[in-house]
């Protein structure tokens, strides 16, 4: 399958196995690549202010924008929570309480 002989097909197995899968270089276009653009996004579905988004406000639709971009920043952008909370001016206890189900209404 990977070579005509047991050496050459370890060989070839070995490289293909070490090459990074293509799934983890290419990213969709339509997907949000940066913490910005996901505010921007969630924002624009929610019909939030990405402005009082990021300035830590408190009304229903900003704290519940605030949640989804805070779950989709950790889980699809791998962003640490001391980076998402900054981002969305709130400390990052009242991020970690409202990732992890401690709900507090003002994130």
Excluded: Y
């Excluded at 900003?62 to 989804?68: G, I, L, S």
């Amino acid at each position: 399958m990977f070579g005509a002989d047991v050496a050459s097909a370890r060989l070839e197995l070995q490289g293909w196995m070490a090459a990074e899968p293509v799934s983890a270089t290419v990213r969709n276009p339509s997907e949000p690549g940066t913490l910005d653009e996901l505010l921007e996004v969630v924002c624009r579905e929610l019909g939030a202010d990405a402005s009082a988004v990021r300035d830590g406000r408190r009304t229903r639709a900003d704290a519940a924008a605030r949640k989804v971009v805070a779950h989709r920043a950790r889980t699809e952008l791998g962003l640490s929570e001391q980076a998402i909370a900054s981002a969305l001016g709130v400390s990052r206890q009242a991020l970690w309480r409202r990732l992890h189900g401690k709900v507090d209404s003002g994130v």
